[in-house]
């Protein structure tokens, strides 16, 4: 149980161009989802949480504007990564709180986002 | 806000040794501490938390003990094998899943055959 299920698994866009990555909960409902992202190397930082039928909550200096998100459905959220850049190119993973005991995060497989 | 240090950042082990990953926090308001296991180009991966009314929790050869009044866990590994080999990421944060989860770095442990 507790399935996060994410979409691209790698994605490759040009500079200028957006990019939406579908994070899904495929075996339970997920009424908050986090977004993370992740450097080569290093640990994972919040971007923001995914809030269903509600605004999305930013991390500090993460831009609102430029990493749009989504929860439409208890289900399933969306992170679009507005007018990319080269440094955008990073590993993005969401994550979901399973609805059981104390909650665990389960993460999708992460989306490996190359802007050339 | 909270913060989480993890050492070491890279560990190797014979196959069958112990492995020990050590995490500090912060925010003494932190009562939940889950362990992730991230293989290259996948996310992490729930191997086992802790609730800070625990102690010590066990499961068959991985284990993780807490000390609440030193702000301290780590995470043992018993009888390694070569595909334990992957990062590690220790957490913590006030409430479960839901409230805000703060990462440690990640240890690297590497299980030489």
């Known amino acids: 149980g507790a399935v996060v299920s994410q979409h691209p698994s790698w994605v490759i866009c040009k500079s200028g161009t957006s990019v939406k990555i579908e994070c899904r909960s495929l075996d339970f409902q997920a009424t908050t989802m986090f977004w993370y992202r992740q450097f080569p190397k290093q640990s994972l930082m919040l971007m923001a949480t995914?809030?269903?039928?509600?605004?999305?909550?930013?991390e500090q200096g993460v831009e609102k504007d430029k990493f749009l998100i989504n929860h439409a459905s208890l289900t399933l959220s969306t992170l679009t990564v507005t007018s990319a850049h080269p440094e955008d190119s990073s590993f993005y993973i969401c994550?979901?709180?399973?609805?059981?005991?104390?909650?665990?995060?389960?993460f999708g497989n992460g989306t490996r986002l190359t802007v050339t | 806000g909270e913060n989480v240090e993890q050492h070491p950042s890279t560990l190797s082990v014979q196959e069958g040794d112990s492995a020990v990953i050590k995490c500090t926090y912060s925010d003494s308001a932190s009562n939940y501490f889950p362990w992730y296991k991230q293989e290259l180009g996948k996310g992490p991966q729930l191997i086992i938390d802790i609730r800070s009314n625990v102690g010590e929790k066990k499961d068959q050869r991985i284990a993780v003990t807490l000390n609440k009044t030193a702000k301290h866990f780590s995470l043992h590994i018993t009888e390694t094998q070569p595909e334990d080999s992957a990062v590690y990421f220790c957490?913590?944060?006030?409430?479960?899943?839901?409230?805000?989860?703060?990462f440690g770095i990640g240890t690297k442990l590497q299980v030489i055959p």
């Open positions: 995914s809030n269903e039928g509600s605004k999305a909550t930013y």
């Open positions: 957490a913590a944060s006030r409430g479960g899943g839901y409230q805000k989860v703060t």
């Open positions: 994550s979901a709180p399973a609805r059981t005991g104390d909650s665990p995060l389960h």
